[in-house]
């Protein structure tokens, strides 16, 4: 919850245009209607892309140090926390220093165009997917792709806007849930309105991959989703929905063993703990 207080007040006054202003959420456009087949193995190969995006270098449109997708995000969040102390200046240092919280500073322009530059190839596939009918084929990569545009834009709402309890009918982040017209800047929704589109996308996610079990501890099944919204309710104040699913999520695993954090710690994909997690190596470099 501490996170979540900081976030709020360190994005919100100095990262968001004026609130009449409408905002830019051009992709880069990676995947074009025109490219996407209809079979599904075409179609898990371009979510593994999605996938492969969320954690390269350049994610957020840079090529600095600080801009490798999600971790880097997660890692910057931590520092912003005050939970952990920096001795020494390094690349996530601006968030450190309450430098990534300025709207003209490129640490939060990351942010932004992480999540919204993966949300339209998303739509492109879903709506794809929709096009063609939800059946047993594709049903698990539907999920995923919902499960994926929830947790964008949990994380873009948190980032750029009041937190939900008490704040719902405050501006929050544009909401685009359509591939079309991606040049045309967006209104910003209500707190209330975007939330409204996470819990839905994330309940349809976890119904779609009931049975489907991940090939690597990359993909999101039905287990990482229950996670997410886990997550989710726990920002929203719904703690009884919250602690079902964490409780869902975690049955079956096992604890770290004293061992496991005095050895690899939380380094390793075989960490015991982790439902969902990427080990950047030569080997999984291709693997979404």
Not at 249 to 276: C, H, V
Request: glycine letters at 6%; a negative charge.
């Amino acid at each position: 919850m501490k996170i979540n207080k900081i976030l709020a007040g360190a994005f919100v006054a100095l990262s968001l245009l004026s609130c009449n202003r409408e905002l830019e959420t051009e992709s880069a456009k990676l995947i074009s209607e025109e490219q996407i087949p209809d079979d599904a193995a075409s179609l898990n190969n371009y979510l593994k892309g999605i996938y492969l995006s969320f954690r390269n270098h350049g994610s957020g449109g840079t090529t600095t140090h600080t801009d490798f997708g999600i971790m880097s995000i997660k890692a910057g969040v931590d520092l912003l926390s005050n939970d952990l102390i920096q001795a020494k200046q390094q690349h996530l240092g601006r968030y450190y220093n309450y430098e990534a919280r300025q709207s003209d500073n490129f640490t939060n322009e990351i942010v932004w165009n992480t999540f919204y530059s993966k949300i339209f190839d998303i739509n492109r596939l879903i709506e794809k997917i929709e096009g063609i009918g939800v059946n047993n084929e594709n049903r698990h990569i539907y999920g995923q792709l919902l499960a994926l545009r929830a947790y964008s834009y949990f994380n873009l709402v948190r980032f750029y806007a009041l937190t939900y309890v008490g704040h719902q009918n405050e501006l929050g982040v544009p909401l685009v849930t359509t591939a079309s017209s991606p040049e045309t800047p967006r209104a910003r929704a209500t707190v209330a309105e975007v939330y409204t589109q996470i819990t839905s996308d994330i309940e349809n996610a976890i119904t779609s991959l009931n049975g489907f079990t991940q090939q690597n501890i990359a993909q999101i099944d039905q287990r990482a989703a229950k996670a997410i919204a886990a997550d989710i309710y726990l920002e929203t104040g719904d703690y009884t929905r919250a602690a079902a699913y964490a409780n869902e999520a975690r049955t079956g695993k096992t604890l770290m063993s004293q061992a496991d954090y005095t050895g690899a710690g939380f380094s390793l994909k075989t960490n015991p703990e982790i439902i969902w997690g990427f080990d950047n190596s030569l080997q999984t470099k291709n693997i979404g």
